[in-house]
C-alpha cells in the first residue's frame, strides 16, 4: 500500500527514491540504548558502535538532573545522547546512523542533516508530529508486508510503517522504500514459507543495526566473574572486555 497528502501543520508527501540526494558512502554508526553493565542489573549507556562491531564512544547516564543541564537537552534526552556523541564527527562526511526508537525524533534528524550525518532508525508515532500514518490493525487488515509512508515536504524526511508480524514504524532523513525487496517468511495458517513485500529502509535498517549485538554477545562470551559489589569495579571491568572486543574486531577486519 502506498500513501500521501498534507498532514497536520507539517506538510507529507509521496516520495520516490530518485528524489533523494545522492551521497558518498562515510561509514554506518550504529545504535541501542544499552540497559546493562552486567546481564543482571546496572545503569544506562549509549553506544556509538560501528557495523562490525567495533567502539568507538559511548556516554554513561548520570541521571535526569544532568541531563537537563546538559546543552543538548532541548532535543530531549534520547536525541541528546546522539547529538552529543555525533559531536565528535567531522563534518560534511556523510555519515550515517542507525538507532532504535528510544534515540528517533524529527527534530534530531534536522539537526543531523545540518552536519551532514544521515539517520535511520525506528520511532515512536507520537513523536512524527500528528503524521496520519495507518494503525497497526490497519495494517493487519491489507495483509502481511502492506506499507504505507509519508514524506514532509519541507525537509524531504520520510516516516514508513511497515507489517511482518508486527507493525514497525521508520524514519529517515536519505533512505526510502524503493528498491522494495521481497523476503522469506514462515506463515503459520498455511505451514509454508511466502514471499513478503519489504521496504528498502527497513532491509537497510536491519542490515547495519547489529553492531551493538555484536559487541554485545563478545562481552558476554569473556564476562569475568566479580563478587565485588561496587558499581565502578564493574566499569572499569567492562572497558577492559571492551578493548579486548575492539582489538578482535579490528583484526578480524583487516584479515579481509
Same mark, same amino acid.
Given at each position: 500500500?502506498?500513501? @500521501?497528502?498534507?498532514? @497536520?501543520?507539517?506538510? *507529507? ?23 546493562? *553493565?552486567?546481564?543482571? =542489573?546496572?545503569?544506562?549507556?549509549? *553506544? ?7 567502539? !568507538?564512544?559511548?556516554?554513561?547516564? &548520570? ?30 562526511? +556523510?555519515? $550515517? ?12 534528524? =534536522? ?18 508530529? /500528528?503524521?496520519?500514518?495507518? #494503525? ?28 511482518? +508480524? /508486527?507493525?514497525?514504524?521508520?524514519? #529517515? ?22 514471499? %513478503? $513485500? &519489504?521496504?528498502?529502509?527497513? &532491509?537497510?535498517?536491519? /542490515?547495519?543495526?547489529?553492531? %551493538?549485538?555484536?559487541? =554485545? ?14 558499581? !565502578? %569495579? ?19 577486519? =583487516?584479515? $579481509?
Amino acid at each position: 500500500m502506498e500513501g @500521501g497528502g498534507n498532514v @497536520g501543520w507539517r506538510k *507529507w508527501r509521496k516520495c520516490r527514491m530518485e528524489e533523494m540526494e545522492k551521497m558518498e558512502d562515510g561509514g554506518n554508526l550504529g545504535w541501542r540504548k544499552w540497559r546493562k *553493565w552486567r546481564m543482571e =542489573d546496572g545503569g544506562n549507556v549509549g *553506544w556509538r558502535v560501528e557495523e562490525i562491531g567495533y567502539l !568507538y564512544d559511548f556516554d554513561l547516564y &548520570q541521571g535526569k538532573e544532568i541531563k537537563k543541564k546538559d546543552e543538548y537537552s532541548p532535543h530531549g534526552i534520547g536525541a541528546s545522547v546522539v547529538i552529543k556523541m555525533t559531536s565528535t564527527l567531522p563534518e560534511n562526511h +556523510n555519515f $550515517k546512523i542507525f538507532a532504535d526508537n528510544y534515540f528517533s525524533s524529527l527534530p534530531l534528524l =534536522d539537526e543531523l542533516k545540518k552536519r551532514r550525518i544521515w539517520y535511520v532508525g525506528t520511532a515512536r508515532l507520537k513523536r512524527l508530529n /500528528k503524521c496520519s500514518l495507518p #494503525s497497526e490493525k490497519e495494517l493487519k487488515k491489507q495483509g502481511r508486508g502492506s506499507f504505507d509512508y509519508r514524506t514532509d515536504t519541507i525537509s524531504n524526511n520520510i516516516a514508513v510503517s511497515w507489517i511482518d +508480524n /508486527k507493525a514497525v514504524t521508520l524514519i #529517515s532523513s536519505f533512505a526510502s522504500i524503493e528498491p522494495i525487496n521481497t523476503v522469506r517468511r514462515y506463515d503459520r495458517k498455511t505451514r509454508k514459507y511466502i514471499m %513478503v $513485500k &519489504q521496504p528498502y529502509i527497513v &532491509q537497510f535498517y536491519n /542490515k547495519n543495526m547489529g553492531g %551493538v549485538d555484536k559487541l =554485545d554477545m563478545m562481552c558476554s562470551f569473556y564476562k569475568p566473574n566479580l563478587k565485588c559489589h561496587r558499581w !565502578y %569495579v564493574y566499569i572499569w571491568a567492562h572497558t577492559l572486555l571492551i578493548a579486548l572486543s575492539n582489538a578482535w574486531f579490528l583484526y578480524r577486519r =583487516d584479515l $579481509k
